[in-house]
């Protein structure tokens, strides 16, 4: 719903990267797997409750800007809860230089919390 609106109301054309076999026939999609390596592609990389992907689509964030909205955790072998989960992303990007804010979305939660990043300068 994300790319549908981004679509019709702003104008972007957004690609929707996901494996399973749901498309909005509005929207560009790709059936596959997020990899890192795919953001230097894109302008924004959106991981919305990304599952599986969201270690690829922090590491994204060391070429392109990206809002990251986990919901679980697929980051580490340990059991994290959001709060920790988060934690653990924010301390990556801090290892990596990956420039980052903690951001709350006004919608209700509790998987409604985010990072918005901007990838290391120079």
Known sequence: MLAK????????????IDPRP???????ARPELFMASMASYYDLIVGLHPD?????VAQAAMVRPVILIPCCNFWSEEKLGRDALLESIEAYYRA?????????????????????????LG
């Not at 981004?6 to 690609?15: A, D, H, M, T, V």
């Not at 749901?22 to 560009?28: A, C, E, L, M, N």
């Open 96 to 120: 990596n230089q990956v420039r980052f804010e903690r951001v709350v979305f006004p919608f209700k939660g509790p998987k409604n919390i985010g990072l918005v990043s901007q990838p290391p």
């Open 52 to 56: 599986e992907a969201t270690r690829e």
């Open 22 to 28: 749901f498309t909005i026939r509005t929207v560009q």
């Open 5 to 16: 609106t981004l679509r019709k109301r702003y104008s972007y054309e957004p690609e929707v």
